[in-house]
């Protein structure tokens, strides 16, 4: 296991250095001046110009305003922004709260809805079960996510009227933004009307929480199916069963737990999907989050915000999956023996 871990945190250091050359390699390629790409710092002072310049080694050759702009990057100096000059680092600490909410929320819905889905339909494979639930999750995966987030706004929203359009919560509640979290705000929060609070913010939040999940819940609901079938079939199943365990034994007991061996290994993949989709879900429930601002940034031709916006939705991606190998590897450490032997 040791071993396993040092090569997924070398890995993982690897690959975040990529990140960062590319991200620094976007200020030379995106049209005009390149410390103004990477700084954000637009000004007509030809002295506070060269002090710029100086500080991100523009005065020097390029591995040196590589390094300076890595230095930039761990101090929290990530530049500011083209269009309203606020530091593009403190806009990344109030909006990943809300990324990282409606991420995680809708990663646990998609967990609840879709395991149980490819559970249902291993164990009643070929009847119709089966057959509703993987048409169902083949219709829900092939509707793209914008239109799906329009199709609930127009009817659970515009026609019903059950729930808010966008947001995060009522103004008139006037919860101060202080983690970027709505939900950990008006859990800090001394408002009086805290209960009427969170049925709020519970109405605001369903709608992008199940745009959201549908996704990658089906694509749990296939992966589980796939691996529930194959696990089925093996011996030690055959085995439980002829000692006489019910069926609910070796459901939960056996079938299960070996179904999650497959199933978590492609967590990551799926977490990547979400992330993107998360984006696309911002703008369309005014979300204000990293993926809403990121997209405005690109119409906008902000380019600090450009740079900054990539380089934290891939390293989130990009840790998370190391995470679940890890996580993968210590809850299996048959596989890990099996794939990672030479390793």
């Not at 829900?140 to 026609?159: D, M, R």
């Not at 929480?209 to 696990?231: C, E, G, I, S, Y």
């Amino acid at each position: 296991m040791t071993r396993y871990l040092l090569r997924q945190l070398s890995l993982l250091l690897v690959t975040l250095f990529l990140l960062t050359v590319l991200s620094f390699s976007l200020g030379y390629w995106f049209p005009g001046d390149a410390l103004v790409n990477l700084s954000g710092v637009q000004t007509l002072d030809s002295a506070l110009y060269q002090q710029v310049a100086s500080s991100r080694g523009f005065d020097s050759n390029i591995l040196v305003q590589y390094f300076r702009y890595l230095s930039h990057l761990l101090q929290g100096d990530w530049g500011v922004s083209l269009q309203d000059g606020t530091p593009v680092w403190n806009e990344v600490k109030a909006r990943f709260p809300a990324t990282m909410e409606l991420a995680v929320l809708a990663s646990i819905l998609a967990l609840m809805l879709g395991i149980p889905m490819g559970i249902i339909s291993a164990l009643n494979l070929g009847r119709w079960p089966d057959r509703f639930l993987m048409g169902l999750s083949l219709s829900a995966y092939s509707i793209p996510v914008f239109w799906l987030a329009q199709l609930f706004i127009l009817v659970f929203a515009v026609n019903l009227q059950w729930f808010p359009i966008a947001g995060q919560i009522n103004p008139l509640y006037n919860i101060e933004p202080v983690t970027g979290s709505i939900v950990l705000d008006l859990a800090r929060a001394d408002h009086p009307a805290k209960s009427a609070a969170l049925v709020d913010v519970l109405r605001h939040l369903l709608l992008p929480l199940l745009v959201l999940a549908v996704m990658p819940a089906t694509l749990l609901a296939r992966l589980t199916r796939a691996a529930m079938h194959d696990v089925l079939r093996r011996n030690y199943i055959k085995s439980a069963r002829a000692k006489g365990l019910t069926a609910s034994q070796v459901i939960f007991k056996h079938a299960v737990p070996n179904t999650m061996q497959s199933v978590t290994r492609d967590l990551g993949v799926i977490f990547s999907f979400l992330i993107t989709n998360t984006m696309i879900t911002e703008v369309i429930f005014s979300w204000p989050g990293l993926g809403s601002w990121l997209i405005r940034s690109i119409y906008e031709r902000d380019y600090p915000v450009m740079q900054a916006g990539l380089l934290t939705l891939a390293a989130l991606i990009l840790l998370v999956n190391v995470l679940l190998n890890l996580l993968h590897a210590w809850r299996y450490p048959q596989i890990r023996q099996e794939l990672y032997a030479n390793a």
